[in-house]
């Protein structure tokens, strides 16, 4: 078998291009970023792609769904240094095979093939874990009127009190009433965290 790794650590590409090697996997090519991971993939068409979430450019699972949509067949395992059940079921849904986290040792990245090769997909966490956590996210945006989702959008789109009183004809008062009620509905502290939610839930 081959593969393709695509990461921009040094030391993670390294442990990989290693663990695969070892496995009699041969190594196509080292990517750094994901720009142009969607041609080398068609062009190379390796068994294996090997895809860290966090590449500069387009992401990892932005890689993966293009992928999968221009109908690549072979394996497709994501890495990722943070242990995240929202990744993992994004990556599910995407059409991975399997999610690796780097914390918990990059051997797993040889079972999450193994298991691919023989018709599983390999996710060591429940499914039910994140697909809960999904939902109470939705339940949270369920719970916004129509004047907090339009507040928060604004606030996504980078405007602010003035403005958005201004586009949404109320006084700077009343948005701030709006805002501070979606971060309390979607239990965010800060702006950051609204734009995580946000990322994490692909609003915007």
């Known amino acids: 078998m081959n593969a393709i790794i695509i990461d921009d650590h040094p030391l993670a590409i390294a442990a990989i291009r290693n663990l695969l090697i070892k496995n009699d996997i041969e190594i196509l090519a080292e990517l750094t ?36 949509k221009r109908q690549y067949s072979g394996i497709i395992i994501i ?26 040792g990059m051997n797993n990245i040889i079972a999450a093939i193994e298991a691919a090769k ?19 996210d939705q339940q949270k945006l369920d719970s916004l009127s129509k004047q907090e989702i339009s507040v928060m959008r604004y606030i996504l789109d980078g405007k602010d009190n003035n403005d958005i009183a201004d586009k949404m004809f109320i006084s700077n008062k009343t948005v701030s009433t709006y805002k501070s009620r ?14 995580t939610f946000a990322q994490r839930n692909k609003i915007g």
């Open 182 to 195: 979606l971060m309390e509905k979607l239990e965010c502290k800060s702006l950051m965290d609204l734009y």
């Open 33 to 68: 970023e994901g720009g142009s991971a969607v041609q080398r993939v068609e062009t190379l068409k390796p068994d294996i792609v090997i895809i860290d979430v966090d590449i500069p450019g387009v992401n990892g699972i932005q890689v993966l769904e293009t992928l999968r």
């Open 118 to 136: 023989n018709g599983y997909c390999y996710f060591p966490f429940s499914l039910n874990r994140f697909v809960g956590s999904l939902t109470s």
């Open 79 to 104: 890495v990722s240094a943070k242990n995240d059940h929202f990744y993992g079921k994004h990556c599910a849904d995407a059409g991975a095979n399997g999610f690796v986290s780097k914390k918990e």
